[in-house]
Structures are given as structure tokens and as C-alpha cells.
């Protein structure tokens, strides 16, 4: 078996700003293999976009570890924390946030120089070989009120890949997508892991999700179930998500 790239321990989120409490997350434990493709899913509000957060040391967990390949995020300055997210992952979110004034190229070029200064003909051709291979080569030059929605997610899935992380995390990727793009999208992240990145994501919609290897049920903050799909093949997708479908069901997704 592959070693564990990310592993969390009783982790938990509690928000003390409202009486009573809120325990977001309650003593979740979940392990990630290297180059493994999991999906967390759960009604809205079950902690999914949190744990994202905590397993990638965007927020700070109020109890429990996180280790990313043995490394304990959980007691890193923030100063270490931003060098790790930096370095060693990638994310994608439902908004692209790139920079209006800056070309599509531009954009995923940024974090490559905050990463590496020094190295600035590296990263340009690691732009070019990342924008070609996620078939928005001609698009490098325009803005990203000059491309659709799904080329835009495309662009920020290697602007998340431009710095070579072992992991990235996802949430809800193709959440301000129509289905053609939605499709595109998750082409493109199918590739990301048969590249052989771990990827962790967080998503509603069925179709997506079926292209994972594992699929984790998140309710109330706790994992409720898991769901092993196996390896994605685009010939077994309509089967794959009858599968997934009625175990959501059975979970009254
Ligand atoms: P999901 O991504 O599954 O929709 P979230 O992780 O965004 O869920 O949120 C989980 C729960 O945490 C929600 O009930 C939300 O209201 C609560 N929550 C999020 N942020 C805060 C906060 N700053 N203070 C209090 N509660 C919060
Ligand atoms: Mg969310």
C-alpha cells in the first residue's frame, strides 16, 4: 500500500463565538494515501469546506493533528505554515480569484515566482507546459473576463499545479459550472491524479464525486461512511454513479 500522505487525528473545530458552542468538526480521523483521489461529501453545512480548511492548514483545528507526509501542520508557525501551502499544495476553489489586470498566463505564473525568484525561466516554461497541457495554451494572453467559466477553472487547476505540490485540495470546483464544463473540469482533474497527485475534494454533485477512489460522508461534523469506487474508468461512469447515488441516497443525500 502507498504511504500516507495526509493523516488527521481526533480532529476537531469548535467556534466559541456563539453560545453554545459550535462543534463543526468533531473528532475526525482519516488517513490519504499518496496519489489517492477522495471526495468528501455531506449535506450543506456538515463541516465539509472546514475540513478542507484544517487539512490544509488554511484554518486551525481547535483539537487534534494533521500530518502532511509526517510533517504535524498543527504546531507550525504561520510563517512555515504559508511556506508548506505555498510549496507543497495546490488548491482550487469555486471562484478562480485571479487578478483582473493580469493575463491568464500571468496569473498562474504569480505563485511560481513567490516560490521560486531565483528560478524565473523554470517557471515560465512550466506555465507553458501546464497551460498546453490542460488545453488552454491560446488563451495565455487574455484576461478572465475573456474566457468561460470552465477555462478559467482550468487555468486555476495549473496555476494549483505550477509550483509541483504533492497534494491538492478542491472545494467545490465545479459548484459555478454548467454540466458541459463541469465535464471539462473534472477531465482535467481526473488527469491531475493519474499524474499522480493525491487529491482531496469536496463536492455536491454525484458526477463529480464518482470519479473518486473513495468517497467519505461527512454529517454533524463526523464521518458517518465511506465508499471504495476503485480506480475511475470512463467507460464504467454511468454504473460507478447508480453506485454512488444510492448510497447517498441510503445516507438521505
Ligand atoms: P459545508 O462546507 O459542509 O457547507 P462549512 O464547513 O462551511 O460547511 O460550515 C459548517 C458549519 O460551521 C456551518 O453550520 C456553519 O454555520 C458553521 N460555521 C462556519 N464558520 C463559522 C464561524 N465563523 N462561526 C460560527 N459558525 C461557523
Ligand atoms: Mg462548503
Known amino acids: 500500500m502507498s504511504p500516507i500522505a495526509l493523516h488527521a487525528r481526533r480532529l476537531s473545530r469548535t467556534y466559541r463565538t456563539t453560545s453554545p458552542p459550535v462543534h ?29 480548511y484544517c487539512l490544509s492548514g488554511m484554518d486551525r483545528p481547535t483539537g487534534g493533528s494533521v500530518e502532511l507526509a509526517g510533517t504535524d501542520l498543527t504546531v507550525l508557525t504561520a ?5 508548506i501551502r505555498l510549496t507543497r499544495m495546490g488548491f482550487v ?19 511560481a515566482l513567490n516560490a521560486s525568484p531565483n528560478d524565473p525561466d523554470g517557471a515560465s516554461s512550466r506555465v507553458d507546459m501546464l497551460l498546453e497541457r490542460f488545453g488552454i495554451a491560446e488563451l495565455a ?43 471539462d473540469v473534472m477531465d482535467a482533474l481526473t488527469q491531475v491524479h493519474a499524474d499522480g497527485t493525491t487529491l482531496v475534494m469536496v463536492t455536491h454533485e454525484p458526477a463529480c ?12 461534523g463526523t464521518v458517518v461512511d465511506e ?23 441510503a445516507r438521505d443525500f
Open 79 to 83: 510563517k512555515e505554515m504559508s511556506r
Open 209 to 220: 464525486a464518482a470519479r473518486a477512489e473513495r468517497v467519505i460522508y461527512l454529517r454533524d
Open 227 to 249: 465508499l471504495r469506487l476503485g480506480a475511475w474508468t470512463a467507460a464504467e461512469a454511468v454504473p460507478r454513479e447508480d453506485r454512488l447515488l444510492a448510497w447517498l441516497r
Open 24 to 52: 463543526v468538526l468533531d473528532g475526525i480521523d482519516l488517513e490519504v494515501r499518496d496519489g489517492e483521489f477522495i471526495v468528501i461529501m455531506g449535506a450543506s453545512g456538515s463541516g465539509k469546506s472546514t475540513l478542507l
Open 141 to 183: 494572453g487574455r484576461r478572465i473576463t475573456q474566457v468561460s467559466g470552465g477555462q478559467i477553472q482550468r487555468a486555476s487547476i495549473c496555476r494549483a499545479l505550477v509550483c509541483s505540490p504533492e497534494i491538492l485540495f478542491a472545494d467545490e470546483p465545479t459548484g459555478a459550472l454548467n454540466t458541459s464544463m463541469t465535464t
Open 93 to 111: 476553489f469555486q471562484q478562480a480569484h485571479f487578478l483582473a489586470n493580469l493575463s491568464i498566463r500571468d496569473n498562474v505564473l504569480l505563485p
